[in-house]
Nanobody, 121 residues
Framework: QLQASGGGLVQAGDSLRLSCAAS????????MGWFRQAPGKEREFVAA????????YYADSVKGRFTTSRDNAKSTVYLQMNSLKPEDTAVYYC????????????????WGQGTLVTVSS
């Protein structure tokens, strides 16, 4: 089970940190991904972190502004979002993939419920 939190309403240029807490599985065996879905748009890849050496991957649209990290002791993955833009407004989802990581939503095994991020201009 994945529980995402930390969303909210912020202004352009502000920062937010999303958290995704996992339970019920061996967290360290799962690569974790972040996706987002804006109103009227398809779900898109944001970031991912591998299960082993914590390699990270980012969509071009967020590279240099967002950072994902994980704390295996707390079974939690984070998405630090800086310099937020109105186009970052979306519901953000975390997802888990057993022994892997991917930029494709269909590759993930488990999904959180999503947390809404709204960035005003």
């Amino acid at each position: 089970q994945l529980q995402a939190s930390g969303g909210g309403l912020v202004q352009a240029g502000d920062s937010l940190r999303l958290s995704c807490a996992a339970s019920g599985r061996t967290f360290r065996n799962y690569g974790m991904g972040w996706f987002r879905q804006a109103p009227g748009k398809e779900r898109e890849f944001v970031a991912a972190i591998s299960f082993s050496v914590s390699n990270t991957y980012y969509a071009d649209s967020v590279k240099g502004r967002f950072t994902t990290s994980r704390d295996n002791a707390k079974s939690t993955v984070y998405l630090q979002m800086n310099s937020l833009k109105p186009e970052d407004t979306a519901v953000y989802y975390c997802a888990a993939k057993f022994l892997g990581g991917s930029a494709y939503a269909s590759d993930y095994d488990y999904w959180g419920q999503g947390t809404l991020v709204t960035v005003s201009s």
